[in-house]
């Protein structure tokens, strides 16, 4: 890992009239990782989305991540085949330390301060997580990477994305798809008819089963008001271009109440 001292490296050039948000938090599957492999971790898709993920910060963005780990391990897979529900998640949220590990050395090599806090203990390569802490290296300038999920078995990254985002008062939470360009009312894979969704509130998906985040994740998106950008990876520049107010993709929200 090419950890450099920050003491050794300028701090980036931030232009906060540029951002959209003050703080977010971007959730990534494992598959986002790939490339056009099969499985495990391309280095040179894993360059570029470091590389959005720099501008990002440049832009005056405090900047958190959370990396799921489909491309290594799917617990819920081993569960089906017969493994221990539990430990199968547990194995997966190892299996998220790996893809934190990949991240950061891809960010520090573009000279990006970081920091991993896991919720399971990983003392060599990581900091527990610590919500205060959190914040205070978000406030530094540094982008935070929050591995092993919520720590605890039962539970997705993507409730671990909306439970970090929550914590940290994140503005919203910037999704990144694998192959989709934003929420459509049914499968683009295997249905030609369905229609993409560039608006709808979290009850909305709720109660149309769609496919966007884990229940539970949404429910405590919705319960909170937190809006969710879903947008796709395809285009290099998408996480840019969310992060600064661009409208693309899919904006799930809930309208505040008045009073």
């Not at 910060?57 to 991540?65: H, K, S």
């Not at 997580?129 to 990254?157: D, S």
């Not at 884990?214 to 998106?221: K, V």
């Not at 879903?230 to 904006?251: H, K, Q, S, Y």
Request: proline fraction near 5%; hydrophobic fraction near 40%; aromatic fraction near 4%.
């Amino acid at each position: 890992m090419s950890a450099q001292p920050e003491s050794e490296v300028a701090p980036p050039d931030v232009d906060p009239g540029r951002a959209a948000f003050r703080r977010v938090l971007l959730k990534l599957s494992g598959e986002a990782l790939m490339g056009d492999q099969a499985y495990g971790v391309d280095p040179e898709r894993v360059e570029a989305i470091a590389r959005e993920v720099k501008r990002v910060r440049e832009d005056g963005v405090e900047t958190a991540l959370v990396l799921g780990a489909g491309n290594i391990y799917r617990g819920l897979e081993a569960a089906a085949e017969g493994m221990d529900r539990a430990t199968a998640d547990y194995s997966g949220m190892l299996a998220t330390v790996l893809n934190c590990l990949t991240m950061q050395d891809a960010l520090e090599r573009l000279g990006t301060h970081t920091r991993i806090l896991s919720a399971i203990t990983v003392s060599e390569v990581a900091e527990p997580y610590i919500r205060r802490r959190a914040i205070r290296h978000l406030e530094k300038g540094r982008i935070v990477i929050f591995a092993a999920g919520t720590g605890n078995p039962f539970f997705t990254t993507d409730t671990a994305a909306a439970l970090r985002a929550l914590e940290i008062g994140a503005e919203a939470i910037l999704m990144g798809k694998n192959g989709v360009d934003g929420v459509y009312d049914g499968d683009p894979a295997v249905d030609a008819d369905a229609a993409f969704l560039p608006e709808l509130t979290h009850r909305e998906a709720l109660e149309r089963g769609l496919k966007v985040m884990d229940t539970t994740a949404l429910t405590l998106c919705m319960d909170n008001g937190l809006p969710i950008h879903v947008f796709g990876l395809d285009d290099e520049r998408n996480i840019e271009r969310v992060a600064r107010g661009e409208r693309i993709g899919t904006i799930i929200s809930t309208p505040r109440r008045t009073p």
